[in-house]
């Protein structure tokens, strides 16, 4: 039965809710076993067995928000704060760019000191000594305008989480400032501006339930990105969700495969929060269907201080130490990183 469901999602590229909540619950081994190989057919069949290597700069832990599970959020006073200048982030980019990195993330809290003048800025300066480069922001909720001045100063992919694609939960797990409205729109306008885009949500995440993940994957459907970040929710020890379970690696395995069944082109990291939670996380996220993988780029003295959850898959090593072992350890699993931009594929 859920074969049949894994064959359909397959073949017309959606399921119906009641559907989904079916593949969602199975706790059959072989099934799932089945859906996940689908998925890694699926992907292979778009992008080969290359990995797409992004270098993610994470330059400001300073936020405006409260959102209720995330550790740099503004009402945690237990953290130190950091901002990387302008030279950090282009030496972080120039360190990247011999190491073969052609895409760069940079993410960031909202930081009001990081102006949209001041974002411009960075943009062109990355871009005009690395015109080959890709630029990924993900830096929030901006105006159109913002968004547009970031694009025509050349970035070119924005990732903005969506976080739950239901009215009810959003409520639950953000303070009242914050609406799922306004998330949603800001994605429509990114699309609209041109941007490669990405949404996406916590597996886990508290008082999340299987509908609402199966709205998640209609929200998915209709917005149709061309990345989607997926992770375990951690809990944080600063946050009012410290007492909340994690997110569990086996449903979020299994909607990578959904995802990828449902959009197989789509730009799919193993997310850092997949390999906090499982020490194989990252090899196992592309062995059911990823094909992304985002190594920090950032300077080691504020990598830990970037803590979205506690226990973060954070590396003490140097970028090019790091990349040496990632690379290894994806080729001993069969997969090559590529050194590319790495671009959405239109088949
Ligand atoms: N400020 C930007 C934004 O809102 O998109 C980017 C930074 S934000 C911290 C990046 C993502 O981290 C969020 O979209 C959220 O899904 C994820 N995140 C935050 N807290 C987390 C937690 N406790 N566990 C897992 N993921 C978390």
New binding site residues.
Partial sequence: MIKELVDKLQREKILSVDEFKKILETEDVKSIGYLHEKSRDTSHSIYGRDIYIRGLIEFTNY?K?N?L????RHNNNNIERYRLTKEEILNCTDIGYSLGFRTFVL????DPYFSTDKIVDIVSSIKSSHPDCAITL????KSYESYKAFFDAGADRY???H?TANKNHYSKIHPKSMSLKKRQQCLWDLKEIGYQVGC???VGSPYQTLDNIVEDLLFIKELNPHMI?I??????KD?P?KNHSPGTIDLTLKLLSIIRLMLPNVLLPSTT?LATIDPCGRERGILVGANVVMPNLSPESVREKYT??NNKACSKEESAEYKFNLEHSIKYIGYNLTVNRGDYKII
Avoid at 231 to 236: Q, T, V
């Fill in positions: 936020c928000n959102c599970y995330c550790g740099i993410q960031g809290g909202e993900s830096i929030g909720e990732l903005l989480r976080e996406g949500f916590m970040g992770g375990p929710f951690i809990p944080h946050t969700f929060a979205l959850y």
